[in-house]
């Protein structure tokens, strides 16, 4: 008897990015003064050099790195709050660091953004139902009862009571100032939420609280979410993918269970290995990275993280390693992954 026929199989749908980050960049003149710039020159920091990435419907992206490696820059590129050097940014195919402002100023309640400080972020002036509802009246036309009653559900649903609104910020903890911004960023539905070092202002018990309330949000809402650390524990917690940054460039990025699993570059190995272990029977990683981190001023070429690396060769300072892919869905900017 003849086997029947194997169907042939379509090809899957492509999913179509909701954020498209195309060789970004940022660099900051930060030359002291006219001498100096006569005898020796500019001094350029490239805050942000040529990163790219995506961001698919619903997904949760950790971008992890030490402090001042540019993940905050990134941030206020993407949500227009600072100028690029270069790059794109595109937005469901539009590239929103083109537009005019006009033709942008819509679109800014698809990607909104939660600031790492919450006091600092919240007009101290205004009462918490105005500070909300101020988002609610701009970007979805709330006016009157609707307003009033649309800014009471949205502190409803981050933890906090209705006779909230009419507080100060002062008048709230830490933890309840972020489920404020939280709340405010919210507001208008957006898209895409990219939420700067959250909870690192707040205590460990806090912590856990409010990245709680950003899982539940999440999954009730289907926003999609930036979610930036240098803590690699909780962007375990949260992120489905992981993009790793180093001195302005990203040097490894994969899916989070396979960075976890199998880090490829070095720098991620060293993070990985200066995380606090829960198991005491656990096997000590010992990689670790030598020196200060990198300020890339005037970059030589090279890798960046050469001078730290414990595995770094000759030819690591000659040529700037490219990002890619080492193993599938995996990509490693470095020569000896």
Do not use: W
Request: glycine share 6%; hydrophobic share 40%.
């Amino acid at each position: 008897m003849r086997a029947a026929p194997v169907a042939a199989t379509p090809d899957l749908p492509r999913i179509t990015p909701l954020l498209a980050v195309e060789d970004l960049s940022k660099t900051f003149d930060i030359t002291p003064g006219l001498v100096d710039r006569m005898m020796h020159g500019p001094r350029m920091l490239h805050a942000v050099d040529g990163i790219s990435f995506t961001v698919n419907p619903g997904e949760t992206l950790g971008l992890v790195g030490e402090s001042g490696c540019g993940k905050s820059t990134t941030a206020r590129l993407i949500t227009r709050l600072i100028s690029s050097t270069g790059g794109r940014v595109l937005l469901r195919g539009q590239d929103v660091l083109a537009m005019p402002q006009r033709e942008f100023a819509p679109l800014r309640k698809s990607m909104q953004i939660v600031f790492q400080d919450p006091f600092s972020s919240l007009n101290p002036r205004k009462r918490v139902g105005q500070i909300v509802g101020r988002s609610l009246a701009i970007h979805m036309g709330l006016r009157g009862a609707a307003l009033a009653e649309r800014t009471i559900e949205c502190l409803v649903a981050v933890g906090l009571s209705p006779d909230h609104v009419y507080r100060y910020p002062h008048e709230f903890s830490g933890g309840q100032r972020q489920r404020i911004a939280i709340a405010r960023a919210l507001a208008p539905e957006p898209e895409l939420l990219i939420a700067d070092e959250p909870v690192s202002a707040l205590d460990v018990s806090v912590q856990a609280q409010v990245l709680n309330l950003l899982r539940s949000l999440k999954e009730q809402r289907h926003f999609s979410m930036i979610f930036i650390s240098h803590n690699l524990s909780v962007v375990e917690y949260l992120a489905d993918s992981i993009a790793v940054m180093y001195a302005g460039k990203i040097v490894e990025a994969a899916p989070a269970e396979q960075l976890f699993a199998k880090p490829l570059h070095p720098y991620t190995q060293a993070l990985l290995a200066a995380r606090s272990e829960p198991d005491p029977h656990a096997p000590v990683r010992r990689v670790e990275a030598k020196g200060e981190p990198t300020i890339p001023i005037n970059p030589k070429p090279g890798c960046r993280f050469a001078s730290r690396c414990p595995i770094a060769i000759a030819e690591c300072s000659q040529a700037d390693p490219p990002l890619e892919a080492k193993e599938p869905s995996h990509e490693v900017a470095c020569i000896r992954a």
